[in-house]
């Protein structure tokens, strides 16, 4: 027994001598008090096993808090965020979002998914005109004539990989991103697309390149932001 | 400037009058208010004060934690609390006349609190602490309804709870009470000073920190009242004792570290994790300076006669060549991915990151916490004190249950720690269940 304690003893000390006492420094700085956030969301978009992460860099401040308080009081739901976020003050949030979005980095090179010139057709036409009779906007009349978001509140729709535009389109469809939310437009949108229509726009903005940056709000037309207002509040609801 | 002003044009000295009259009828019409105010501040004296620390009192038994849905209006209720006898639904306890207790009076509201009775006579499942709330005063009690009567009210029915039979029964619940409830009052120890006995009193009943600090029984029933610990309800969290030394017993501790602890979550050894940090945000950063302090004594008290029951020695239950296979592996891992923060000797950086060498939190027998904390990750509650806190990130994202169980069963045993190995086991078992 005592020879035992003895070599554990022994092999700590073997191990703490080898990996030396080099004091921890923090830097007073918000990239290091972010650290639990990039781990996952690093400067790339990141899929792992179990869950894909998007970019979050450079995304409008008022939609990345608006998602964070999402996230923090159960609206959107995936729990490792809510579980993260649980105990952050709005004030907070507030500063972690403006941190990200402040974030410039560059953008991963397009996705290069082969698509068939109709369904190229299609895409673009859903993308810069919708779809009138079933009630479909642009894409482009919300998220920017350049697809890059619109500040404060629209996201970018380039820059995301194929996938991540699919699952959040799906989600959007079967209602699973924003609970409880009975009039919203993006998921009264995502609802009239077929299958082969959000296909083929995912596919279609994971192959362009980024470029440009988010417009500002006043490029948005009136009509659309009544019909979105739940959506571009920069605030969201104060509860 | 002001000479200025009144030397130069004549548009200048015109407006200046005007600027002049405007204040004077701003000042009058204050002046009026002011008298309105006090008029009805002395009709309503005694009832403003009453809510005011109603208010307060409110968020000493952080009533609007379980009376608040995610997301949802404060005290709506609509909460669901998962135990093992079922999903319990808190109700709304805004002024609600309908869906409320809009219509109940004080001594409905006393019957509830210290009785265990709705006003309809139904009894209540003890999933609402009136077993500690049984010790609040009338008059603490009376204010708190003040409070809540005050609020606005807000329409939400109440969803039925989900009981799982037989303890849907209400003959059960009876007898349930029978053998474990007894309604009472906080009875003052003389031998303590006036702050101790507040501090109990606070700790004991509106606090209802031994909702979680207890062990259960097989019916939920706190088995002792001496804040022992045990597994929390429902969570996969274990909240320790509070008054061993190998737990969160703070016999050792300065009252000012404590109180640090309670009202922001964090000190240079500790920090408040889980459900614990919840406490903190919604309810202990409010205290009062006093109050605080009489909760820290108390709290001390409770494991300062304890004779030191520190363990005789290391038993491991495992052979030597599986503890070198952990440590090996598992310091692998550390270097990796903690010891950026924690550092190589597990120092951490004080009000930072915390020390993990000498961690009760780390090396207490029960691993689940430990687990869970590098699993989810998560912030130190945002308090007054600490309203920018860093970070630990969830590293369920990154690490398989085989290498969690590796890098915690290194930390529970490196730079003197001595503890259980934890196994893929033990890790793929905190995952199940709520939160």
Redesign the interface.
């Given at each position: 027994m005592m020879r035992?304690?003895l070599?554990?003893f022994f092999?700590?000390t073997v191990?703490?001598n080898a990996?030396?006492?080099?004091?921890?420094v923090?830097p007073d700085t918000m990239a290091?008090?972010?650290?639990?956030?990039t781990?996952?969301h690093s400067a790339e978009n990141k899929a792992?096993r179990?869950?894909y992460?998007p970019r979050i860099a450079g995304k409008p401040q008022g939609y990345l808090f608006s998602q964070l308080r999402n996230f923090r009081?159960?609206?959107r739901y995936y729990?490792?965020m809510?579980?993260?976020?649980?105990?952050?003050?709005d004030?907070?949030l507030l500063?972690i979002a403006r941190y990200f979005s402040e974030l410039r980095l560059p953008y991963p090179p397009p996705e290069r998914i082969h698509m068939q010139p109709d369904e190229i057709r299609l895409a673009e036409r859903l993308i810069y005109s919708g779809n009138p009779e079933q009630d479909i906007p642009a894409c482009s009349a919300c998220h920017g004539d350049n697809l890059m978001g619109i500040e404060p509140a629209i996201p970018g729709l380039l820059g995301l990989s194929r996938a991540y535009i699919s699952a959040q389109l799906s989600g959007w469809r079967t209602g699973s991103i924003i609970r409880s939310q009975t009039s919203d437009c993006m998921s009264e949108i995502a609802k009239q697309l077929t299958d082969d229509e959000a296909n083929a726009v995912a596919k279609w903005l994971a192959n362009q390149p980024v470029a440009g940056e988010s417009r500002p709000f006043k490029s948005l037309l009136p009509e659309l932001v009544r019909r979105c207002s739940q959506n571009i509040q920069e605030n969201g609801d104060s509860? | 400037m002001r000479y200025q002003i009144f030397s130069s044009n004549h548009w200048k000295c015109n407006a200046l009058f005007w600027w002049c009259i405007a204040v004077l009828i701003l000042a009058l019409s204050a002046m009026v208010a002011d008298a309105i105010a006090a008029d009805t501040e002395r009709s309503s004296e005694g009832q403003g004060e009453g809510v005011m620390r109603g208010a307060y009192l409110a968020r000493v038994g952080n009533c609007m934690g379980c009376h608040t849905?995610?997301?949802?209006?404060p005290f709506a209720g609509g909460r669901r609390l998962s135990t093992s006898f079922g999903i319990f639904v808190t109700p709304n306890i805004t002024p609600d006349m309908e869906t409320g207790i809009g219509l109940w009076s004080e001594e409905d509201f006393w019957q509830a609190l210290h009785q265990g009775r709705s006003r309809d006579g139904r009894l209540l499942y003890p999933a609402f602490p009136y077993t500690e709330y049984t010790k609040v005063t009338r008059q603490d009690a009376d204010a708190i309804f003040a409070y809540l009567q005050s609020l606005s009210p807000v329409s939400q029915v109440n969803s039925p709870h989900d009981i799982f039979f037989p303890y849907n029964s209400k003959s059960l619940l009876a007898i349930w009470r029978a053998l474990y409830f007894k309604e009472g009052a906080y009875e003052p120890d003389q031998s303590k000073s006036e702050t101790w006995n507040r501090g109990a009193y606070l700790v004991q009943g509106l606090g209802h920190c031994n909702a979680c600090h207890t062990t259960r029984n097989i019916l939920g029933a706190s088995q002792d009242e001496a804040l022992a610990g045990g597994q929390i309800m429902g969570m996969n969290w274990y909240a320790p004792s509070l008054s061993s030394h190998l737990e969160a017993g703070s016999g050792g501790w300065e009252i000012e570290e404590i109180v640090a602890l309670l009202t922001t979550?964090i000190t240079k050894r500790a920090v408040a994790s889980g459900p614990m940090?919840?406490v903190?945000?919604q309810s202990l950063q409010y205290l009062s300076q006093e109050d605080t302090y009489a909760m820290a004594v108390y709290l001390k008290s409770l494991s300062e006669n304890v004779s030191s029951n520190m363990p005789g020695g290391?038993s491991f239950s495992v052979m030597?060549g599986s503890?070198?296979k952990h440590?090996d592996l598992g310091?692998k891992l550390y270097?990796e991915y903690c010891?950026?923060?924690?550092?190589?000797?597990g120092?951490?950086?004080p009000g930072?990151?915390p020390a993990l060498a000498g961690n009760r939190g780390v090396t207490m027998d029960s691993p689940m916490n430990v687990i869970l904390s590098v699993l989810?990750?998560?912030?130190?509650?945002?308090t007054a004190g600490n309203?920018?806190?860093?970070?630990?990130?969830?590293?369920?994202?990154?690490l398989r249950n085989e290498e969690v169980a590796l890098v915690v069963s290194y930390i529970r045993?490196?730079?003197?720690n001595r503890s259980s190995l934890v196994s893929a086991v033990d890790v793929d078992r905190s995952k199940g269940g709520n939160?």
């Open positions: 035992f304690i070599l554990v092999y700590i191990v703490v990996h030396g006492r080099a004091p921890v923090v290091e008090r972010v650290r639990a956030c781990i996952c792992t179990d869950a992460y009081d159960g609206r729990q490792p809510m579980i993260l976020l649980e105990n952050m003050s004030e907070y500063e509860k | 849905t995610k997301g949802g209006q979550g940090a919840t903190v945000r290391v030597s503890l070198r440590m310091g270097e010891q950026t923060c924690h550092g190589s000797d120092k951490g950086v930072i990151y989810n990750g998560g912030y130190p509650p945002t309203p920018r806190p860093y970070g630990m990130p969830p590293f369920q994202q990154v045993n490196a730079w003197g939160y």
